[in-house]
């Protein structure tokens, strides 16, 4: 994710930040006022930001001051200017208790705000840190701007102001929330890092004009769903000005891919990933320890392989042991001077490429817009949305906040860079919602009637989706390899070999059987002539050439008299049981995948059975004629909106009954 939160405390945890944070992570000197520290620094100040400024007397983009922040977020949650509001009522001859009290914000609380951070994808950050004045302009514009629609995303949608006994009664702030904002510049290892602080307030005032407190833990929750709307917002606008395109990336193989910037060289991205290469070396150590640990008895003390929520921890427990300490910030000027120099001799890129990336990232978004359509089918993009989903939450159960993620994440692939129509993430959470779950929701609080904490599952069981492999179950000898089946005998480490440089076994990631998941069905939906369902068959070519990466895209039909030569990649048919083949070769979301022929067999079996099934339930519609006509009323082609960000054409799926 690129939005990070943690909690602020009155306290300890504040000062941190008002020592820290509020000067670009540096160190500030005892004594040195704020304004004056973040000269040195070489920062800008800070920045308020929320509807909810209105209300206390602050306009947006206002400097934040060292009293103004202590008294929000280090006294417990007071006015931001309680000093002066306290100062007017003792003029006016009020006791020092009413005084106070004027300069309160409802009752005192020890969480007084959440700290966000926004920092956009490696690639971006790049084009900032070695473009011309122009393109940084452009960035920041664009982060800034991304901040401020999540920001308004959670005053209307997320943030809620809990009272009553046990916080029965929940409101969302009419007036907004306040925050205030801190740019910085780099990262603890030195390489460029363009990210910014939002320290929200957790102070809202209800309609009674009353204030209360925002429950934290709905910010907590909705935090993916916030980095994926602000990843596809600050690309869209990055690509948009500036003529680029985004392609899918993988970082770690069997997860799920990133967007970056098209035409950037990879080495360039690991150049910033130092501090990614020592956590990766440390989490293999860790790895390698957890799964040989015995107790005194010699038995293992954790499990013989290292499932996905343990590796999470000992990430964690890595990223902590490698963190460096941090340096003195340093002015923006000197910072870019040095990274480019850097880059030029560490990198491995040339220093002509290093001096011309967004040349070079213009030249490869010409590439993939000439090739690939942003086309978004609300009907497909659902079914995506919901295998995806489903198969990535354990049990198969899910919140609309699990779908609304997803759908953006899905808007991102598709669109590559290219803006969308305001809304288009909701339109295909309440097609996914309305067409594909089943409302599972059995409510024991108020808060489960809430639509946002309604619990869904998906309308088909995982016994229809592809079987997720065993995990090999190793013997925990630390001087042995872990073997590659249950009933062989451990083998000997390789002589030579230290500990962390053999494999480890590992549960396979779920997000590689959402993979396989989401291609059944749509191999389903291809196969199926969904006239009693939707009113037109779907249109597969156009969405699965703008989803899918290039590796994938269905090959042209072979010409029978050149059957010997390679097939080349087109856009001729709809994408099948080829292009799953093709995805243990491909370098892409899938990269780690290991398809077989058995897998690939049973995959087909699973479809034809999926397709049988839609077939006799669409043959029960058709029996019944008053159901059947409701059905075409409600889903005719003319409500199945299309996102054509390009040119406007006919459509270009097959008609229903052809």
Not at 413 to 418: E, I, K
Not at 481 to 496: L, N, S, T
Request: charged letters at 30%; aromatic letters at 4%; hydrophobic letters at 40%.
């Amino acid at each position: 994710m690129t939005v990070d939160i943690r909690v602020i405390r009155a306290g300890q945890a504040y000062r941190y930040y008002l020592r820290e944070t509020v000067v670009g992570d540096g160190r500030r000197p005892a004594g040195t006022p704020l304004r004056a520290a973040q000269e040195q620094a070489g920062v800008p100040v800070g920045r308020w930001m929320g509807r909810g400024l209105a209300v206390l007397g602050l306009a947006p983009g206002e400097e934040v001051t060292e009293a103004q922040l202590r008294n929000l977020f280090g006294e417990r949650g007071r006015h931001p200017d309680a000093d002066r509001i306290e100062a007017d009522r003792l003029a006016k001859g009020e006791s020092a208790k009413k005084a106070f009290k004027a300069g309160a914000l409802g009752r005192r609380v020890t969480v007084t705000g959440v700290d966000f951070v926004f920092r956009p994808q490696p690639t971006i950050y790049l084009l900032w840190a070695f473009g011309d004045e122009e393109t940084r302009r452009v960035i920041e514009a664009a982060h800034e701007r991304a901040i401020e629609r999540v920001l308004e995303w959670i005053e209307d949608e997320v943030a809620v102001i809990r009272y009553g006994k046990d916080g029965i009664y929940r409101v969302r702030p009419p007036g907004g929330l306040v925050a205030a904002r801190f740019r910085h510049y780099e990262a603890r290892s030195g390489r460029p890092l363009l990210h910014d602080h939002l320290l929200l307030s957790v102070k809202g005032q209800r309609l009674d004009g009353k204030w209360g407190s925002i429950h934290t833990t709905a910010l907590h929750e909705n935090t993916v769903a916030a980095s994926a709307l602000y990843n596809e917002l600050v690309a869209a606008e990055v690509c948009e000005a500036l003529g680029l395109a985004t392609e899918p990336r993988t970082v770690t193989p069997g997860r799920r891919p990133v967007m970056e910037i098209a035409g950037l060289p990879h080495e360039l991205i690991r150049w910033t990933s130092r501090r990614s290469d020592q956590i990766a070396a440390c989490l293999t150590e860790l790895e390698h320890e957890y799964v040989t640990a015995v107790d005194d008895d010699g038995e293992p003390r954790f499990l013989p392989v290292v499932s996905e929520r343990a590796r999470a921890k000992l990430n964690a427990i890595a990223a902590r042991k490698t963190r460096p300490p941090k340096q003195s910030a340093r002015p923006l000027a000197q910072l870019r001077a040095w990274w480019k120099a850097s880059a030029n001799l560490t990198s491995g890129v040339a220093a002509d490429v290093i001096n011309s990336l967004l040349d070079h990232a213009r030249a490869a978004a010409a590439a993939i817009r000439a090739r690939v359509a942003a086309v978004v089918d609300i009907a497909l993009a659902a079914v995506d949305v919901t295998a995806t989903v489903f198969v990535m939450n354990d049990g198969g159960r899910f919140h609309r906040r699990h779908l609304l993620a997803e759908a953006r994440r899905h808007l991102a692939l598709v669109l590559r860079g290219r803006r969308r129509d305001p809304g288009l993430d909701e339109e295909i959470v309440a097609a996914a919602i309305s067409t594909h779950c089943l409302d599972i929701t059995e409510p024991k609080t108020v808060r489960g009637l809430e639509a946002g904490y309604r619990l869904y599952t998906a309308r088909w069981s995982l016994s229809d989706l592809p079987a997720r492999r065993r995990p090999p179950t190793p013997a925990p000898d630390s001087d042995r390899q872990p073997p590659a089946d249950p009933g062989e005998p451990a083998a000997p480490r390789p002589p030579g070999q230290d500990a962390g440089e053999w494999e480890i076994p590992r549960v396979p990631l779920q997000y590689e059987r959402a993979v396989l998941a989401s291609a059944v069905l749509r191999e389903q939906l291809r196969a199926t002539t969904a006239t009693a369902v939707r009113g037109r068959a779907y249109d597969v070519v156009a969405h699965q050439q703008a989803a899918m990466p290039e590796q994938l895209l269905a090959p042209e039909p072979a010409d029978p008299e050149h059957d010997d030569q390679e097939p080349k990649a087109g856009r001729g048919e709809a994408i099948d049981l080829t292009a799953l083949r093709a995805l243990r070769a491909s370098r892409t979301d899938v990269e780690a995948l290991d398809l077989t022929a058995d897998r690939l067999r049973h995959i087909q079996e699973v479809a034809t059975k999926m397709a049988d099934d839609a077939r006799a339930r669409a043959d029960r519609v058709l029996a019944d004629r008053t159901t059947a006509q409701a059905d075409a009323d409600a889903l005719r082609p003319d409500d199945q909106q299309a996102h054509r960000p390009q040119q406007p054409g006919p459509h270009r799926g097959r008609e229903a009954g052809h």
